[in-house]
């Protein structure tokens, strides 16, 4: 399986602009999904995210962040597509975090994961510094 991550050139400069203290930091509140990101007709092909990218290719669903957790130098998203979502079917190829101000931080793009009937999807993204 292929997955590719990458924080976003706006995260980084958010976060300098933090740390300068102009801005306070933001917080993550969603984790969003998408069936975008990879080579055309092909699922388990994705295409590295670049860190200009400002949204998903194709997104599908927005859901709040479940749980984070501190793990060492990074930060761990976990977020579930639930049977409710009704994305029975899709198949989900990418996925990224978004900030309390609607930003995309962060961006994944991964072999795809078809969402089955009967079953929730629970995905966790690990935010880089």
Known sequence: MSYYIVTTTNARNKLARARKGEIPIPTITNMVFGTGGHNPGDTNTP????????????????KAVTQTII????????AEILDSDNLNGT???????????????????????????????????????
């Open 71 to 78: 793990n060492q130098t990074t930060l761990r998203h976990m």
């Open 47 to 62: 295409v590295p995210p670049t860190p200009d990218d400002t949204a998903l290719e194709t997104q599908v669903l927005s």
């Open 91 to 129: 198949i989900i190829t990418e996925a990224g975090l978004i900030d309390n101000d609607g930003d995309l931080v962060v961006r994944a793009t991964f072999s795809g994961k078809l969402k089955e009937a009967g079953f929730n999807l629970r995905h966790e993204i690990d935010e880089l510094f």
